[in-house]
């Protein structure tokens, strides 16, 4: 929990520097929600490869699909710039293993080592609006994130709790259409990569006020 805390408040401290040149023309706030669904670079083909490579003769079930959703606030520095903010959830990833190996401990550990990591987190980033229409804009993010995660591994003989933490980096696009000067509706995917837990995909709409 201190290393979660502590990558929070370095995402934080990060971003004073440019919170100090935020008196640039068309500031404000904006608050965004938006949610749908995960995809997990890792599969059970993956897992089973990398098991059998490690000396584990065992066949996993790991379902990398879950849902997901992510908070943000966002202060435009300009027209096309903001630095933002988030929250959220890239959902939970258990894995239970049938078969044989060697060792059963070490077992449980390549399978944490390996398996999708999701969980809860944090981010700090930029955010770009590249205007289309006056109506429709292309949003790029990317953001530092510190991320969290709770989940079950089953090796066959029985089940460990996973608590793990670190960082990585994110990266979206999405289509946002402002259908009144304030409320804007967007379709778009975001990649999280959770280094070596591999990245997490996710497909979402959202919503969005500007005040």
Do not use: C
Request: no cysteine.
């Amino acid at each position: 929990m201190k290393r979660f805390l502590g990558g929070a408040s370095l995402l934080l401290l990060a971003g004073l520097p440019v919170l100090a040149a935020a008196g640039q023309p068309d500031h404000g706030w904006i608050v965004g929600l938006r949610g749908g669904v995960t995809l997990a670079e890792t599969d059970s083909s993956d897992l089973d490869a990398e098991l059998a490579a490690r000396g584990h003769t065992v066949s996993t079930d790991l379902d990398g699909h879950d849902q997901a959703f992510v908070l943000s606030l966002a202060y435009r520095l300009s027209a096309l710039t903001a630095i933002e903010t988030s929250v959220g959830s890239l959902g939970e990833y258990s894995v239970a293993a049938s078969g044989t190996s060697p060792d059963a401990a070490q077992l449980s550990r390549d399978l944490i080592e390996q398996k999708p990591a999701g969980g809860r987190f944090v981010s700090l980033g930029l955010r770009q609006d590249l205007p289309i229409t006056s109506k429709l804009a292309l949003t790029a993010r990317g953001a530092l994130i510190g991320w969290r995660q709770e989940s079950k591994i089953n090796n066959g003989l029985g089940t460990t709790k996973v608590d793990d933490e670190d960082l990585g980096w994110m990266f979206g696009l999405a289509g946002t259409v402002l259908v009144t000067p304030a409320v804007g509706l967007s379709l778009g995917a975001d990649w999280y990569d959770q280094d070596q837990r591999g990245a997490i995909g996710l497909l979402h709409a959202g919503a969005e006020y500007r005040f």
